[in-house]
């Protein structure tokens, strides 16, 4: 299973972003390899905050668009708890609570493969795609 990250959906879908073709490409061929791709709720919430902000409702469209093809981890009280708990004592002002239920997401479905562009996942020792 791949974990994907805001940071790949965002370069996926903003064609100005410098990582776009190359998320673009990676996006096709996981598709097209029937690969088992996941997010969770709060990475959901983060891109369609972003998308609707910078582009407007036809990019958070366009994500909509790609939600069948996932499995999406709903976050519950326990796991918002357990990420605040991990937020709290890292204190470093460009990991955030999305981060970190993330990493909870990903630690609990066994999961160390992540289309992302963000540093942090490469710091937890995820593989990193592409």
Not at 50 to 58: D, I, S, V
């Amino acid at each position: 299973m791949i974990y994907i990250d805001t940071s790949a959906f965002y370069a996926i879908i903003d064609q100005d972003d410098g990582y776009h073709e190359s998320a673009k490409n990676t996006w096709v061929s996981l598709i097209l390899r029937k690969e088992s791709l996941a997010c969770n709720n709060y990475v959901l919430v983060e891109t369609v905050a972003l998308l609707q902000n910078r582009f407007g409702k036809n990019a958070v469209l366009d994500l909509q668009k790609m939600l069948p093809l996932l499995s999406i981890d709903w976050i519950a009280a326990e796991q918002h708890r357990f990420a605040i708990a991990m937020l709290i004592p890292v204190n470093h002002r460009k990991m955030n609570l999305v981060d970190c239920s993330s990493f909870d997401t990903t630690q609990r479905f066994g999961i160390n493969t992540g289309f992302t562009f963000d540093k942090h996942f490469r710091e937890h020792r995820f593989e990193i795609i592409p």
